[in-house]
């Protein structure tokens, strides 16, 4: 995408997409990374001036018990509505549940209970393996309900089939299992805070495209083993193929454009990538602004003579007062961080040990420097449906 008009395409981000890309295929596959486009007012395929849609940050995998374990995976919660119920536990002899998410219930050793009456009434006993007898609903031969948070099938895992070669249970699946927004996609008063409020569809040589923004894009996503991290794209412009199945719309040939600003890259931390010397105390900013990044990204310095002489800038200018520079004020130290920010007008901000020039805020209250990098996440979707008692 040419975010900036200037005729080439922008995504200086590139270079970091093979770091991400094995923790975003795994956030997919264990459902942890799931964000659901809700389209309103939208009722055909047709060409429209005016599309609106949201973008949540989605839940499938739940702990509706508040008991740490999750439900729907291969290890884990076997009863998300009983904190009682979970892998740590140890099985209670008497209460007729399955305790500690091992399949069976009452059992004394490595067999099951010789408990053989049927409190429950659905025709299996403790004995012959019922993992629960208070449930008729569940007992080992029944088919697994996706989605209520029960062992249903007695395998030791709710919302799930142990051994099987695929999930069973899946936001992905054709059985389009729900979907629950997190509550933190919705702002206070209950609306998206991730929204497009004035996107088009176009027909373009026999395909309805889609183009929106732009918006602020924000999104929580895995950048490394046991690292999550807000992304806050400015700018963000989306741009699809808008194709009808019969399950329902997708999104084919989606590209998302926008700008990572320098104070969103200064709060990524954690990250020890030693190709480009980054340690986890610093921020991907300063790897950006003051290590090998820059020149893998080639930005480019401030003019000469200019405030921002000797500073990397980025190559979006967001609020259109000139490019922002950021600086390490001695570059021949041990330290490779961001210590002095030039904003577009020539004003500067330096760091005074506890308070960072990314942080600066202008006479409004609004953050200084909101120029960034250019990024572009290319996506497609599937056809989904949002739980009825999502917030």
Not at 209 to 227: I, K
Not at 310 to 337: A, H, K, Q, Y
Not at 340 to 350: A, E, F, M, P, Q
Request: net charge negative; charged share 25%.
């Amino acid at each position: 995408m040419d975010l900036d008009k200037d005729g080439s395409p922008d995504n200086k981000m590139a270079a970091l997409g093979s770091l991400a890309a094995d923790s975003i295929e795994a956030g997919l596959a264990d459902y942890s990374l799931l964000l659901p486009f809700e389209f309103f007012d939208a009722p055909e395929l047709a060409d429209d001036e005016c599309i609106k849609f949201a973008v949540y940050q989605g839940e499938y995998r739940k702990d509706e018990d508040e008991d740490g374990e999750l439900s729907a995976g291969d290890a884990g919660d076997c009863n998300d509505h009983r904190s009682e119920s979970n892998r740590a536990r140890v099985e209670q002899v008497g209460d007729g549940i399955d305790d500690d998410c091992d399949g069976l219930a009452d059992e004394s050793g490595s067999g099951p209970s010789a408990d053989t009456s049927d409190a429950d009434g659905d025709g299996v006993s403790l004995a012959q393996g019922d993992c629960d007898d208070t449930l008729s609903s569940i007992h080992p031969g029944l088919p697994e309900l996706c989605g209520d948070g029960l062992d249903n099938n007695c395998d030791g895992v709710a919302d799930w089939v142990v051994g099987a070669d695929s999930p069973y249970c899946s936001p992905y699946d054709d059985e389009l299992d729900p979907v629950q927004i997190a509550a933190s996609s919705l702002d206070e008063a209950g609306q998206p805070t991730v929204r497009f409020a004035s996107g088009t569809l176009t027909m373009v040589d026999n395909t309805m495209h889609l183009q929106a923004g732009p918006s602020l894009f924000r999104l929580r996503m895995p950048l490394a083993a046991g690292l999550e991290v807000d992304l806050v794209i400015t700018a963000a412009t989306v741009e699809a193929d808008v194709v009808m199945t019969p399950a329902g719309w997708t999104l084919q040939n989606g590209r998302l454009g926008g700008v990572l600003d320098a104070h969103t890259t200064d709060q990524i931390r954690g990250l020890q990538v030693d190709l480009i010397n980054l340690k986890p105390e610093d921020s991907l900013a300063d790897a950006i602004y003051t290590n090998v990044l820059g020149a893998i990204f080639a930005l480019q310095g401030g003019p000469v003579g200019s405030p921002s002489e000797g500073c990397l800038r980025p190559d979006i200018d967001v609020d259109g007062d000139g490019l922002e520079g950021f600086c390490d004020s001695n570059p021949d130290d041990e330290l490779t961080t961001i210590d002095r920010c030039v904003d577009g007008d020539g004003t500067v901000v330096l760091d005074d040990g506890a308070f960072q020039c990314t942080e600066a805020r202008d006479e409004d209250g609004n953050l200084r420097f909101i120029d960034g990098v250019s990024i572009l996440i290319k996506f497609e979707t599937v056809p989904a449906v949002l739980a009825p008692s999502s917030p």
